[in-house]
């Protein structure tokens, strides 16, 4: 009986595909040649950017040979860990910010960064009253 069960509910992929692509349809799919790659993904992806420009996506499929370069020497990787009770973090005292303080420290931010300051939208005083 289970397996009449499971037979009926049969997962459509179909339509899990179609709602995951949102209505987007297909796009071009690029398979590059390993000459065509030799010079990286960089450079490859100039050469289609048209194309790809005109569907707004596409999708390139490296040749078999190639192997994404680690950036990362996992022999010299390390991190601190440290152990947090995570059933303590509620009774610990909350810090409530005020908008105030907040855009005090964010005006602060841009000055150090050389950015001109940030200015509220005349619209959105208005929805604060």
């Known amino acids: 009986r289970r397996r009449a069960m499971a037979a009926r509910r049969k997962f459509d992929r179909g339509g899990l595909r179609q709602h995951m692509l949102c209505g ?17 993904p960089y450079a490859y992806l100039a050469t289609i950017r048209e194309e790809g420009a005109r569907y707004g996506l596409c999708r390139v499929r490296p040749p078999k040979s190639f192997r994404v370069p ?13 152990s947090q009770p995570v059933n303590e973090l509620m ?38 009253e």
């Open 24 to 40: 987007v349809g297909d796009v071009p799919v690029f398979e590059p040649s390993e000459e065509e790659f030799a010079a990286g």
């Open 70 to 82: 680690l950036a990362l020497s996992m022999k010299t990787l390390r991190f601190d860990t440290r």
């Open 91 to 128: 009774k610990r005292e909350a810090y409530v910010q005020t908008e105030e303080e907040f855009m005090k420290e964010y005006e602060a931010f841009l000055e150090e960064k050389g950015v001109a300051r940030w200015r509220r939208p005349p619209a959105y005083e208005a929805f604060l």
